[in-house]
Each structure stands twice: as structure tokens, then as C-alpha cells.
T-cell receptor, first 112, second 112 residues
Framework: GENVEQHPSTLSVQEGDSAVIKCTYSDSASNYFPWYKQELGKRPQLIIDIRSNVGEKKDQRIAVTLNKTAKHFSLHITETQPEDSAVYFCAASIGGYQKVTFGIGTKLQVIP | DAGVTQSPTHLIKTRGQHVTLRCSPISGHKSVSWYQQVLGQGPQFIFQYYEKEERGRGNFPDRFSARQFPNYSSELNVNALLLGDSALYLC???????????FGPGTRLTVL
């Protein structure tokens, strides 16, 4: 089955700096890669996703890149703000099948 | 428009008991997935249902079962509860053939 590895497990950045979270996946059939943000005590919320026919996607301060050859994808947050502090999960799935495999999560702390 | 709803919010059970968790998807969504999230980890896939048929099953014992009703709501049942079943149980819904999942607030199950 699919295995998703995520690092770092914790990340502290100064407000205004950039944050990068990296993930690798094992199943070359995976073609959908969502990223979720989970604040303490709340549900995971989709913040951005990318499909395997696209190498990069951007939404304001958030961007995701995908390298299918290396089976590697990354989340980039620029100009971080204190409200970006949360746990971020990467995930992978085969489109049309909803078995989404999650990474272990990255706890991001943005220091004001 | 209402999001995914789950009930109950919290539940305390003792070892050996049985529990039923409920989920109502977003209106128009026909797919429901169940996840178990242990503290400090990413969600683990349990089941996915689409149009009342089981589409996928994760690596969980037969004590876990689920079903989907004609109105697309779903139940997750866990028999013979163990201490290790204590977790946040998340339900997520998605539209027909869609990859984007929307999570409910979860049910926090504590097994004593």
C-alpha cells in the first residue's frame, strides 16, 4: 500500500519568513496530493491540492510543487503569519478512490 | 449550506462495549470516508463508501464495520472496544468522482 513520509515533524519560523514542508510517497499510481491544515481541536481543512499532471500550483501565500519522478511534493508558505500556526498534513491518493494516505504531520509555529 | 456533521461530539465507553458513530455528508455528496486519528498522528483510513457500496477498506480489524444509507449518511460501528480504540474519528464526504474531501468535526471516543 501507499506510504507517505513527511518532514520535518516540527518547524518554527519567525513571522514573515517562509516555511517549507516536504513529503515523499511510495505508490507511483498516486495522482492526487492534498494538503490539510489542522488547528488544535478542529477538523482538517484542505488548503491546497495538486494533481499529477501539474508540477506546481499557487494560491496567494501558499504553493505546492510536485516531482513525479522523485515521488516528492512540497508545501511552501511565504510571508508567514501567526495564524498560520497549526499542524499541516500532506496526503496522497489514487484519483477516483478515496483511500487517502496521510503523512504524520508537521507542527508549524510562527513566532511573532 | 451545512457542512459535514457528526454525532456524538464526545463519547466515553468501557472496554468490551460497542459504539456507533454517525455522519451526515454535505448535501449532494455521495461518498463518505471514515478515518481514525490518534493524538499526534495523521488520520488513518478506515472505510470509504460510495453509493452505499464499500469502495475501500483500510488495515483495521473486523471489529470495525460501516454502512451507508440511501440518504448517503453513514454509520461506523466498533465492537469489543479496546483501550487503543481511543481516538478522534473523522468522517469526510466528497462529491461523485471528486477527489476533494471535506471533513466533519469528528467524534472524540475515549475507551476506559
Amino acid at each position: 500500500g501507499e506510504n507517505v513520509e513527511q518532514h520535518p515533524s516540527t518547524l518554527s519560523v519567525q513571522e514573515g519568513d517562509s516555511a517549507v514542508i516536504k513529503c515523499t510517497y511510495s505508490d507511483s499510481a498516486s495522482n492526487y496530493f492534498p494538503w490539510y491544515k489542522q488547528e488544535l481541536g478542529k477538523r482538517p481543512q484542505l488548503i491546497i491540492d495538486i494533481r499529477s499532471n501539474v508540477g506546481e500550483k499557487k494560491d496567494q501565500r501558499i504553493a505546492v510543487t510536485l516531482n513525479k519522478t522523485a515521488k516528492h511534493f512540497s508545501l511552501h508558505i511565504t510571508e508567514t503569519q501567526p495564524e498560520d500556526s497549526a499542524v499541516y498534513f500532506c496526503a496522497a491518493s489514487i484519483g477516483g478512490y478515496q483511500k487517502v494516505t496521510f503523512g504524520i504531520g508537521t507542527k508549524l509555529q510562527v513566532i511573532p | 449550506d451545512a457542512g459535514v456533521t457528526q454525532s456524538p461530539t464526545h463519547l466515553i465507553k468501557t472496554r468490551g462495549q460497542h459504539v456507533t458513530l454517525r455522519c451526515s455528508p454535505i448535501s449532494g455528496h455521495k461518498s463518505v470516508s471514515w478515518y481514525q486519528q490518534v493524538l499526534g498522528q495523521g488520520p488513518q483510513f478506515i472505510f470509504q463508501y460510495y453509493e452505499k457500496e464499500e469502495r475501500g477498506r483500510g488495515n483495521f480489524p473486523d471489529r470495525f464495520s460501516a454502512r451507508q444509507f440511501p440518504n448517503y449518511s453513514s454509520e461506523l460501528n466498533v465492537n469489543a472496544l479496546l483501550l487503543g480504540d481511543s481516538a478522534l474519528y473523522l468522517c469526510a464526504s466528497s462529491s461523485t468522482g471528486g477527489d476533494e474531501q471535506f471533513f466533519g468535526p469528528g467524534t472524540r471516543l475515549t475507551v476506559l
